[in-house]
């Protein structure tokens, strides 16, 4: 067999940490590998992270390295937890910038020859790029941004950092930048278990102001329609991870961000969030029982900080939950007569798990076992 020459020295590296997900990272390669070649690119690495999957990912990893020259693999001894698996592939990839990129997720159409184009244009410290829907291509995220800017942590007073780079996807961090910035995020982010550990990064990056931060009016990764009930979760876990998580994470990052930087992102845990506390109330109503995400979130309102904080929280999530979950059924059923309702694609995407036995074996806490989608 012909030995295969690694490359040295990538300008980019997409780094894709990974565990147990052999099916959707094979797709996730192949897609990359298309867009490499076709674009002639010899500067670009692929690497992945396994965190000691047992499903095949490592043999089918090996495979992949063995007859590419640009993709490299690396196999922890155990499963140490996905925060570490993120920070390991950080460390490990080789290029002067790395592109996080989740396991299941999938690059825009050839899109890399731009992106690099773009950094070698602007040099920044982090580049935040937006999401397309999968089936239209359109712009799902960074919709406020119609052009390319260079800003710094200024642009959080009035963009929402959710919005910006709430999507691990979209986020490209330069190497030399970020490496200093681990040790210092390390014990915040195993203090909070944060499921946001790229925005604890990126917080503590961007606490500087003279590090840059690009943002592109294009988007640069895809939300995968068939993929979508990765992300499915129950109302009361989406109102803890977006909302509870991300003040702890916040105030967990306080003593090290100065005050204005501090501030903004306290202001907008959800004045800006309109559209994810409706997707809260959606969730709740199908898949949690009446009472649960209600308490949840009547137990945050008096440790949500910012009065406006506060008003948008209880007017656009705790009042609907308040609603009887039939009459909820109701609103929401006439609403999803509309072109592109979210609660239209919630109903399609449950009918498919049901339709194709998905086994939810590893979303125990997000569906409740006596839920039976045919209630839709």
Request: proline share 4%; glycine share 4%; net charge positive.
């Amino acid at each position: 067999m012909k030995e295969v020459i690694k490359i040295s020295n990538p300008f980019l590296s997409i780094a894709i940490p990974t565990w147990n997900r052999c099916e959707y990272l094979r797709n996730n390669i192949l897609n990359l590998i298309q867009q490499v070649e076709f674009l002639h690119l010899d500067n670009v690495e692929i690497f992945i992270s396994d965190n000691a999957s047992t499903d095949g990912t490592e043999a089918m990893c090996r495979q992949f390295t063995d007859d590419y020259s640009y993709i490299n693999h690396h196999r922890h001894d155990k499963n140490y937890g996905a925060n570490f698996n993120f920070e390991s592939v950080l460390k490990l990839a080789q290029g002067d910038y790395i592109w996080l990129l989740g396991d299941d997720d999938l690059l825009a159409p050839n899109v890399i020859k731009k992106v690099i184009a773009d950094i070698q244009t602007y040099h920044p410290d982090v580049v935040l790029g937006g999401a397309l829907d999968s089936d239209t291509l359109k712009k799902e995220t960074h919709l406020s941004i119609d052009k390319i800017v260079l800003t710094n942590y200024s642009i959080f007073a009035k963009e929402s950092l959710i919005e910006l780079a709430g999507k691990m996807s979209g986020v490209i961090f330069k190497k030399e930048s970020i490496m200093p910035i681990l040790q210092l995020a390390e014990k915040i982010i195993l203090q909070t278990k944060t499921p946001w550990p790229h925005l604890a990064w990126l917080i503590l990056l961007l606490n500087n102001p003279e590090k840059k931060c690009l943002l592109l009016p294009y988007g640069i990764n895809l939300l995968v329609s068939e993929n979508w009930h990765n992300l499915l979760f129950s109302g009361t876990k989406l109102i803890d991870i977006h909302f509870i998580a991300q003040q702890k994470l916040i105030i967990a990052l306080n003593p090290n961000l100065s005050h204005l930087f501090y501030v903004n992102l306290i202001n907008q845990i959800a004045v800006k969030r309109i559209s994810i506390l409706i997707k809260c109330v959606v969730y709740s109503t199908y898949l949690d029982s009446y009472s649960e995400p209600l308490k949840l979130a009547l137990s945050f309102l008096p440790n949500l900080l910012g009065l406006k904080n506060k008003f948008y929280f209880m007017v656009f999530l705790i009042l609907p939950l308040c609603i009887p979950a039939v009459m909820r059924k109701i609103i929401l059923n006439v609403v999803a007569y509309f072109p592109g309702s979210m609660l239209l694609k919630l109903k399609q995407t449950l009918r498919n798990l049901k339709k194709s036995k998905f086994i939810l074996n590893n979303k125990a806490d997000n569906l409740r076992e006596h839920f039976d989608v045919n209630q839709l």
